[in-house]
C-alpha cells in the first residue's frame, strides 16, 4: 500500500513555510532551539495551519477532535478553491456533498489565491442557498476562509492589480452582501483528516 503524501509546516526554524518532504522540513528544523513544525495529510490544512500561526493553530486544534464518517452531515453543500501558483489562476466551485453534483462554478481568474478563492466560494455558496430558502449546511475545509466570513471580511495580503481588479470588484461585493445580509446556514469545517479530501475538490493535488 503506497504510503499516503504528507506536508510539514515549519512556524519556527530556519526558515519557516511549508514543505513536500520531510527531508526539506528537517534541514529547516535541525539544530534550532524550540523548533515549532507539524504535518499535514493535505496542503490545503498545512498552508491554513500556517497562516493561523502557531498559536492560533494550537487554539484551533484544541477545540477540533477527531471525527467520524457518521457525522457527516450529508444535507447540504461543499466548497473549495484551487490556484497554479501564489498568485496564480485561481478558480472555485461548489458541489452537493453526497453526490457530488455541481452546483456553482467560478474562474479561471488572473493573480488569485487559495484562501481568496475559499473565502469566495463560501460567500457565493451562502448567497446560492439564500436565493433558494435553504437553510441546509456549508462545508469548508478552509478555517482560514471560514474565519474571513466570520469577520465579514477577506483579509488577503495579495496585492490589487489591473490583472485581479475583477477578483477584487467580487471581494468588495462579497463583503458588501456578508454586512447587509443575514443567513441561517452552518458553515462547517470539513475535517480531511478523518474523512478524506472534501467533496468540492478540485484534484489537483
Not at 466570513?149 to 452582501?177: G, M, Y
Amino acid at each position: 500500500m503506497a504510503k499516503q503524501k504528507k506536508f510539514y509546516v515549519v512556524w519556527e526554524g530556519v526558515e519557516p513555510g511549508v514543505y513536500d518532504t520531510w527531508n526539506e522540513c528537517k534541514i529547516k528544523i535541525q539544530n534550532y532551539p524550540n523548533a515549532k513544525y507539524k504535518s499535514f495529510p493535505s496542503l490545503t490544512e498545512a498552508k491554513d495551519a500556517y497562516s493561523l500561526g502557531y498559536f492560533s493553530y494550537k487554539k484551533s486544534e484544541k477545540k477540533s477532535t477527531p471525527k467520524n464518517i457518521q457525522d457527516i452531515d450529508w444535507n447540504s453543500i461543499a466548497v473549495d478553491a484551487a490556484c497554479s501558483g501564489n498568485p496564480g489562476l485561481m478558480e472555485y466551485q461548489g458541489v452537493v456533498t453526497k453526490s457530488k453534483r455541481l452546483l456553482f462554478k467560478m474562474g479561471p481568474f488572473q493573480q488569485g489565491t487559495n484562501n481568496v478563492g475559499e473565502f469566495l466560494a463560501l460567500v457565493h455558496a451562502l448567497a446560492f442557498l439564500k436565493e433558494k430558502k435553504s437553510d441546509i449546511a456549508i462545508y469548508s475545509d478552509s478555517r482560514i476562509a471560514i474565519s474571513w466570513v466570520r469577520q465579514k471580511k477577506c483579509k488577503t495580503k495579495l496585492k490589487h492589480s489591473p490583472k485581479n481588479e475583477k477578483l477584487f470588484q467580487l471581494i468588495v461585493r462579497a463583503e458588501d452582501w456578508l454586512r447587509k445580509t443575514s443567513y441561517s446556514n452552518k458553515i462547517l469545517k470539513w475535517e480531511t483528516k478523518s474523512w478524506g479530501e472534501i467533496p468540492a475538490d478540485f484534484g489537483r493535488k
